[in-house]
Antibody
């Protein structure tokens, strides 16, 4: 069965960096586009970034462009989100999700990132 | 800045029917926006319900249906159950450098 398991969240000071991981299993990871979506406490969902199945195309929300980098390691079936220059506005639960073309279907359980001094 | 608008909240009686909508600030929503709908209950990850306007995932209950209605994407729940009380989010595809945008979500109360 399809599983997505995020890790790497935690408490980090403003201005510091953090890398999130999303371990995928139960499907051919290299055949799917993958997304990061976040949700600030008590707020709605915010799309963050997407990477194409072959890693050749990456797109970001304006709020994170230039600070966050999405990547994959197909040998490890893992999606990453490198987050630099973190601010308090980046505090959120971060979800990874799978996209089989025009549809986001499976989601991970999320990992909480708290940016605080 | 593209904005996707949903009703902030709706209330429906058990067994009733309710329609949630999803509008784009750029104009009418069409098939090219690949509307997706998600359900999220407190403390849980979102769950996909509908993709590409009206297609259901294998786990989507039959009482959920998607459509285009008056230039908006729509999610209709027929024969609402108490367990349908949740937040519902739509997601539209715009392509280019800002490909995907979520709506603000609709809090559905079953009362």
């Amino acid at each position: 069965q399809v599983q997505l398991v995020e890790s790497g969240g935690g408490v980090v000071q403003p201005g510091r960096s953090l890398r999130l991981s999303c371990a995928a299993s139960g499907f051919t990871f290299s055949s799917y586009a993958m997304h990061w979506v976040r949700q600030a406490p008590g707020k709605g969902l915010e799309w963050v970034a997407v990477i194409s199945y072959d890693g050749s195309n990456k797109h970001y929300a304006d709020s994170v462009r230039g600070r966050f980098t999405i990547s994959t390691d197909n040998s490890k079936n893992t999606l990453y989100l490198q987050m630099n220059s973190l601010g308090t506005e980046d505090t959120a639960v971060y979800y990874c999700a799978r996209e089989p073309g025009g549809a986001i279907d499976y989601w991970g359980q999320g990992t909480l990132v708290t940016v605080s001094s | 800045q593209t904005v996707v608008t949903q009703e902030p909240s709706l209330t429906v009686s058990p067994g009733g029917t309710v329609t949630l909508t999803c509008a784009s600030s750029t104009g009418a929503v069409t098939s090219g926006y690949y509307p997706n709908w998600f359900q999220q209950k407190p403390g849980q990850a979102p769950r996909a319900l509908i993709y590409s306007i009206s297609n259901k995932h294998s786990w989507t209950p039959a009482r959920f249906s998607g459509s285009l209605l008056g230039g908006k994407a729509a999610l209709t729940l027929s024969g609402v159950q108490p367990e349908d009380e949740a937040d519902y989010y739509c997601l539209l595809y715009y392509g280019g450098a800002h490909p995907w945008v979520f709506g603000g979500g609709t809090k559905l109360t079953v009362l």
